[in-house]
């Protein structure tokens, strides 16, 4: 059988209209919702803080009450009461008085500075103002840090750490996120192990199920492994309809190649799949397809690590991004670097090359190195941080050139 | 009470010398080790590939016996057999005679080239080679991967997705990683309430241990949310002491200030500490302390969440990272970025200064925008990528100056 190389950006893009799974909405309180994908946009229902408040423990005032005084003249204002934390404050402030307030303390209105407490001197119910404040003086305006009706956080966005308090400061208990897709993974081989024993006598230990299963996590999927697979197509069958009725996206590994093994394409085409591509522009991992079986993806994953890899990177993560409610970009971010060696590609000339880049810090920025060694070689992928893309036709990328590097979540990381 | 500010660098060194808990090593399946780090280094015991293997689904051969083959003279060689996937080869090939294999399969001694399917013609059981290949041509060399008694990964690496691919390809089962520190959180304040509705009553709804929580996940540890205690010195040293027994390190949010709530440090004085701080040169984060209870730290967390989170950043970040076998750095990673507009001090000469920034992309590479907004504002944070350090008595940095933007696990983001 013949493979047909198409480019992987239309495989994708037919792949993306073809499969019908769309994100689900989630309710979660908000102590889950850290790393999930918000489903809503979220608007202030209330001015944050609520009032103005004291940015200091000391005396909230009138500043025109203070006008002219000084250490001489000092401008003698009565102690009303004090606000507490947490205390709603008196409606307002009178000419002339004063109350005791603490960081964070709600004032009344009327009140539009606060004196610290270090600045004046106080006798009974009396405070001693000793120089003249200016309007707003150590006060946080009502809704100055969030005003009532801002969209703070928008649908699409990732929640983060710090989200997690804003979403509680809006008082907010729940919030709608896009629920974690099921990917469903099978390794397929019959050469394959999961023993150790049995490595040891030639078989091929499954190493690649541990690093995707890590990669789905990373992407934002749930990852759900189904085990080994021999190259039998009544066994692949059983998988598909297993994996398919399990889960929102499958990926097979392996048993892509144009060998007496390249079983799982002919067994998805049983299948009368609506959509399938066999073959990539991409090197490497050019052996790679999918199809859309009822609706649902199908990645075949060739089994040469890099290969698995750069497929997985290319068709599976932007799709895993899309099904958890993000967009679907190939990375999590790219980073600016300068090609540290030349980059010569000898074939494959109108194919897209990915190639695997470790990075280091220079004094001008990042250098990236790229990483040399066979489809076959799982330690370039140790070594990597992440990855950078040649367009087709261009065999050389100089030293030198300005690259950018994507970074894939759970596989990349940065130099300190 | 009048605080001393101390050097916030001096003060985490002492802190990191007088706490006694050290890194705690544990033993995981590689199907659990995503994302904890190593506690041991990793040198393989085996070669992978094992043997010579193939890169083609072809026919293996000795290169000597293809020399001045040509299309009209080919030449002829044995099929001796064929050798799947995972089966030991033959331990030698004769003159004259090849094995068919497949991508991967192993390859005798003696073979040194695999010519491909495409490339020859086969009848009965002679193969016919019509060019010469190269020694070594398509030829995996066993060890090439990863040769024997080679260190893949160190003690102090964080396992990253294609680690456990790497991990499982060396043949192990398990692998000894740190243990993730349990960090306990107590939100101290009588102004503080879990809940909704006491929060529309004045109430401040507690927000800082939701981001903290989550920090604290991000960067390697364990949390433990201990919940909320008033402003009283019995309650505080309950929660002292229920986390000291049940944690690595504990934290203390708010209850900081100068004010008549500073309680956590006063009480904390009652615990006989071996080391004492309360007074960072740093600002936002200034109010921060620490202190070391019968060998354990506990770090006091400002109120105001910049403060919060700044002190977290200083002091907590380094330790948890320490005590999960990581480093002691302040960040995950530092990017280099223009500062977009100028940074003016007008306070605090002599201190160091956290500022959040956001970050954009542009042609020239990256720029950081300093975020404005008071040490209560929460908003801050939430639009923050990353955060610069700008040293004491520097009042002014400014527009276009390159600066180093360090990403904090779990609350930064880069831009795509």
Redesign the interface.
């Known amino acids: 059988m013949q493979i047909e190389y198409t480019d992987p950006d239309e495989v994708f893009k037919e792949l993306l209209k073809a499969q019908q799974v769309k994100p689900q909405v989630l309710t979660v309180n908000?102590?889950d919702a850290?790393n999930f994908v918000l489903a809503e946009d979220v608007a202030s229902p209330i001015d944050?803080?609520a009032f103005n408040s004291s940015?200091l423990?000391g005396f909230a005032v009138r500043s025109m009450d203070t006008e002219g005084a000084s250490l001489q003249n000092p401008i003698i204002l009565n102690i009303k009461g004090s606000i507490?934390?947490?205390?709603?404050p008196p409606v307002t402030i009178q000419k002339g008085d004063s109350y005791q307030v603490?960081?964070?303390s709600?004032l009344p209105e009327g009140c539009d500075a606060v004196v610290g407490k270090e600045d004046v001197k106080v006798e009974g119910d009396k405070v001693y103002v000793t120089k003249p404040v200016k309007p707003g003086s150590e006060v946080?305006r009502k809704g100055?840090?969030?005003a009532k009706g801002m969209v703070?956080?928008r649908a699409g966005h990732?929640i983060?750490?710090?989200?997690?308090?804003?979403?509680?400061?809006l008082?907010l208990?729940k919030v709608k996120v896009y629920a974690k897709p099921v990917v469903a993974v099978a390794s397929i081989?019959?050469?394959?192990?999961e023993s150790?024993e049995e490595?040891?006598?030639?078989?091929?230990?499954?190493?690649?199920a541990?690093?995707?299963?890590?990669?789905i996590?990373?992407a934002g999927g749930e990852p759900l492994y189904l085990g080994i697979v021999p190259d039998d197509t009544a066994a692949i069958k059983d998988i598909i309809v297993e994996g398919l009725s399990k889960s929102s996206l499958m990926l097979t590994i392996g048993g892509s190649?144009?060998?007496?093994?390249d079983l799982v394409s002919k067994t998805l085409q049983t299948f009368a799949p609506t959509m399938h591509k066999h073959g990539l522009k991409l090197h490497p991992g050019r052996v790679a397809g999918c199809c859309v079986v009822k609706g649902k993806a199908i990645i075949i994953l060739p089994?040469?690590?890099q290969s698995t890899?750069n497929a997985f990177v290319y068709l599976a993560l932007p799709l895993i991004r899309h099904l958890s409610g993000l967009?679907t970009?190939r990375?999590?971010?790219?980073?600016?670097a300068k090609l540290a060696e030349d980059l010569v590609f000898h074939r494959f000339p109108d194919f897209k090359k990915m190639t695997w880049v470790s990075l280091k810090k220079a004094e001008e920025?990042?250098l990236a190195y790229p990483i040399r060694?066979?489809s076959?070689?799982?330690?370039v992928?140790?070594r990597?941080d992440g990855y950078i893309l040649t367009e087709p036709n261009k065999m050389i990328v100089e030293k030198g050139t300005a690259v950018d590097v994507a970074?894939v979540p759970?596989?990349?990381?940065?130099?300190?």
């Open positions: 908000i102590s850290f944050v803080p940015h423990d507490d934390l947490g205390e709603l603490r960081t964070g709600y946080v100055s840090d969030v703070v956080l990732k983060k750490a710090q989200d997690l308090g804003m979403l509680r400061l008082r208990d081989g019959s050469e394959l192990t150790i490595a040891e006598k030639g078989k091929t230990l499954n190493t690649h541990y690093t995707l299963t890590a990669l996590k990373s190649s144009i060998g007496e093994a089994g040469l690590i890899i967009d970009s990375c999590e971010a790219t980073v600016r920025g990042l060694g066979d076959p070689m799982l330690n992928l140790v990597a970074l759970g596989l990349s990381s940065l130099p300190k």
